[in-house]
């Protein structure tokens, strides 16, 4: 609908029909198409002469669907019907041509459907309705062919023109309604029910899923990876049982190994109720798995992966985990009817389901390595920023669908910018290499220059002065739909073609881009603990050559040491605990204070809230424009004080001052290993220098707080602990606070959005209130504070563990070496040096793995 073609003979034939002085921004679309289905509604009852009581009742049920009893609309309706009847605009032309000049040519025809679905109200179609239908739709623009396919639908005819009905059903498609509201796309999908059905392609051949090549290699290079790790652990795990390397070498191979396991990519989609989201998916996964509905379907967040048998596991909010049928999936991923259609975010605040995980052997994108995240629609969604959040953690790559029908909405941007912020770790400026965004529905745009302009707008905004994409094929614009239907049956078009390009831009994405990059990373943390081997059989074969030494001063010299380094590890956790109770209790005072000053702050930056809703016409839809603004700037707010006061200011600190006393035990440890090396002639020193740079990949770096307490992960937490579920709440107590309060007919509309926005501020904090209460946070915070604190001390005792495993298997060499007779020690030399050339094989083949990983890259 073009709301800029509402001209001033429209405003003020509203005003006239209503009863109540209009203006331009009171016309929205539901109430312009409001106003012209009751129109054409009484002109077909009039028409005739004759108004038959199964037409009354016909009227008030068509037009009850678009509004809920005691609500503003309804009080429209019944407006509207009196003053059109009165007036008799439904006989006026001029009049008729000006109430539907905004509309689409699908709104058009939907008007006209109802017109027909009046005229049958009674069985069959009266010649007159029929007549005065068909005047109307000839100066509306509706082509003939298309009146006939509405009458074969309301007559129950078979033999309809196969180009027309193909024609109606695009025009019909529900996903093109989606800008008046739920309502209206509900409306169309019933009234394409009713009409003759499109003929389903005959299958002819097996359905064939898309390929991904580059992942299944990808895949090959992750197992022959996996296999180097293996061999080391072998290679390992029999030196450590004649005690030739410290045992502490087995549980790194083992994590190590573990991770290169479990690797999967993690592939999350993104965006607003119905834009074919979860089409999207079943297009990717060459299966109808996902619930498919023209109205919002998904509620919760549903995790699709490889399994070695097909399964359903719900995980619940409060822990639980439940495996269900897989008959049940489809009805528990989905939310119901009604609350798609009305109070949508009080189900989902009430569901109790976290989500849900289906697991699959034979869906080719999951069996490559790829573990896909569908998110439920965001728009609408009372936990929208935890949800988003939680998502994007540890991603490798957000598939953002949009439809591409129609602009980006205000909300899709907002969105779209918050994303590439958390994929950024906080960087608001820098685009996001991993972020994909698609225009759906494509089909539904037929003209070459529609196309060309939509293509454009949302080219403009993703890829324009200040992108959010940065990176070769990261828009793209699909038919999902089609692109399904085409793999299905088996055959070939350019929808499947558009979908296949975008599919390989992902398949490339994950493969040389993040996957080139796991790939190495396993590599370096392999090479890492393969050097340790053979730095301790260099050391071995030292003590057998009689190289090294160990006198009973320098064996009671590293018995000391030990003792020590155990000393220090009891330190940090010492230290550690201090620092925490301290940061924790500056936290909670910091917190007590931002709570205090929360609402001051929100109620000045709500002044420049503002909403295109009327809170006369769509009270519902303002209240939710403003429960929005309340969650996205109480989001804000937490954010800010999470990243710029707890993190930057309090953490920040006490953490740098917690990592120098960490290095500062550590280096005493150096330094004490560097005076056993120079008087044994050994090289424990740089062993340990290796098990430091293995933590500080893994985890922080010591003296750097950016990567251990995580770029946005805080106030990540902080969402996630508060939650924002309680805003469904909000919507029923503003209902209720403002229902009879304001009145109809009172025109002061800023005054009104002044009231509502009050509401729904005090109403707001009352809950948030609750919320923080009934989520315990100041346990949670307590919770997130210590688990910064844990992971540094863990790591710090994971290193001195490392360390005083080198000093006992130093001094288990020397004794075993001293022990054994000079044949022995001959044996041991050869056995060493055959371990150490299966060391060098492994070696060899990770730097085969890696450069055919990089040259696969470019090609």
């Known amino acids: ?87 008799q605009v439904y006989k006026q032309v001029n009049s008729l041509l000006a109430l539907a000049a905004p509309l689409s040519e699908s709104e058009k025809l939907l008007l006209i459907s109802f017109g027909y679905e009046m005229s049958a109200a009674d069985s069959e179609i009266d010649p007159h309705e029929k007549k005065y239908l068909q005047i109307l739709a000839k100066h509306l623009g509706i082509k003939p062919q298309h009146l006939a396919i509405l009458e074969a639908g309301f007559t129950h005819q078979e033999n309809v023109e196969p180009i027309a009905l193909d024609e109606v059903h695009f025009l019909l498609n529900p996903a093109r309604f989606q800008e008046l509201d739920t309502i209206f796309v509900k409306a169309a999908s019933d009234m394409l029910a009713t009409l003759p059905a499109k003929p389903k392609h005959k299958i002819t051949k097996p359905h064939r899923n898309v390929s991904y090549g580059e992942l299944k290699k990808f895949q090959e290079y992750r197992k022959q990876v996996d296999n180097c790790c293996y061999q080391l652990f072998q290679i390992i795990q029999d030196c450590t049982n004649r005690g030739f390397l410290p045992h502490t070498l087995i549980e790194e191979v083992e994590e190590i190994s573990q991770k290169v396991k479990s690797q999967q990519f993690r592939l999350a989609v993104l965006g607003e109720f119905s834009q074919g989201k979860s089409t999207l998916l079943n297009a990717l996964l060459g299966e109808e798995i996902q619930p498919v509905r023209e109205i919002p379907c998904s509620g919760m967040v549903t995790v699709l992966k490889y399994g070695t048998q097909k399964r359903v596991v719900c995980r619940y909010k409060d822990g639980r985990e439940e495996e269900i049928p897989f008959e049940q999936y489809q009805l528990k991923a989905t939310i119901s009817e009604d609350a798609a259609l009305g109070c949508l975010s009080d189900e989902l605040a009430d569901d109790e389901i976290d989500e849900i995980v289906f697991e699959h052997p034979d869906l080719e994108l999951c069996s490559s390595g790829v573990e896909i995240v569908d998110s439920p629609g965001l728009n609408e969604h009372p936990d929208r920023t935890a949800i988003t959040q939680k998502l994007l953690k540890d991603t490798d ?78 828009v793209h614009f699909i038919s999902a739909q089609a692109a399904l239907d085409a793999i299905l049956r088996g055959t070939e078009d350019d929808y499947l073609k558009a979908f296949q390009n975008f599919t390989q831009s992902i398949d490339k994405f994950l493969t040389f881009d993040s996957g ?122 937490i954010d800010v004080w999470g990243n710029k006061q707890l993190r930057d200011v309090i953490l920040l600190k006490s953490i740098e001052d917690l990592d120098a006393k960490i290095a500062d035990e550590l280096n005493a440890i150096q330094s004490e290993f560097q005076s056993i090396d120079m008087h044994i002639q050994t090289n424990l020193s740089q062993q340990l220098k290796l098990s430091i740079n293995g933590i500080n990949d893994d985890f922080m770096g010591f003296g750097g707080v950016g990567g251990g307490l995580g770029i946005g992960a805080l106030a990540a937490g902080l969402m996630v602990f508060t939650g924002l579920g309680f805003i469904a709440v909000i919507v029923a107590s503003v209902v209720a606070a403002i229902a009879g309060s304001f009145g109809f007919g009172m025109l002061d509309f800023d005054g009104l959005k002044d009231k509502i926005k009050g509401k729904v501020i005090e109403i707001g904090f009352q809950k948030f209130n609750e919320s923080m209460d009934k989520n315990k946070l100041p346990a949670k915070l307590d919770e997130m504070i210590g688990s910064v604190f844990e992971n540094r001390v863990e790591s710090a005792s994971r290193v001195i563990a490392q360390a005083i495993a080198l000093y006992e298997n130093l001094l288990e060499q020397q004794e075993k070496a001293h022990n054994e007779t000079l044949e022995q020690r001959e044996a041991e030399k050869m056995w060493i040096y055959q371990k150490r050339q299966e060391l060098e094989q492994v070696q060899n083949g990770l730097e085969v793995i890696l450069s055919k990983c990089t040259s696969d890259s470019k090609n």
Not at 14 to 24: F, N, P
Not at 443 to 467: A, H, M, T, Y
Request: glycine residues 6%.
């Open 516 to 637: 080139k990059l796991k790939i190495k990373h396993f590599i370096t943390q392999i090479n890492r603990v393969l050097q340790k081997s053979l730095d301790g059989f260099y050391q071995f074969e030292d003590i057998l050559k009689g190289k090294i030494k160990i006198s009973e001063a320098e064996k009671q010299k590293i018995l000391e040491n030990i003792g020590e380094a155990s000393g220090r590890d009891i330190k940090i956790k010492n230290l550690a605990g201090i620092q925490q109770k301290e940061v924790i209790k500056e936290a909670t005072d910091s917190w007590t204070k931002w709570r205090d000053e929360l609402k001051e702050n929100i109620t000045q930056q709500s002044k420049h809230w503002d909403s295109l809703h009327s809170p006369v016409f769509s009270q519902d839809k303002l209240i939710k424009d403003y429960i929005n603004k309340f969650t996205g700037t109480i989001s804000k707010e």
């Open 1 to 87: 609908m073009d709301t800029s073609l509402v001209s001033s003979q429209t405003v003020e034939l509203l005003s006239q029909i209503t009863g109540q002085k209009l203006t331009q921004k009171n016309l929205t679309p539901p109430v312009i198409f409001l106003a012209n289905l009751v129109t054409v509604l009484l002109g077909v009852i009039f028409v005739d002469g004759i108004v038959a009581e199964s037409e009354k009742q016909r009227l008030l049920t068509t037009l009850y669907r678009f509004s809920n009893p005691e609500s503003d609309v309804r009080k429209l309706t019944h407006l509207m019907i009196k003053g059109v009847k009165e007036n």
């Open 397 to 474: 790559a957000v598939i953002f669908l949009t439809n591409a029908s129609r602009s980006l909405t205000q909300v899709e941007r907002d969105l779209l910018q918050d994303v590439r912020t958390q994929l950024n770790h906080g960087k608001e400026n820098e685009p996001a290499n991993n972020l994909f965004v698609v225009g759906n529905f494509i089909d539904l745009v037929r003209s070459e220059k529609g196309r060309e302009q939509v293509q454009q707008r949302i080219e403009r905004f993703v890829q324009g002065q200040n992108p959010i994409v940065a990176g070769e094929n990261r």
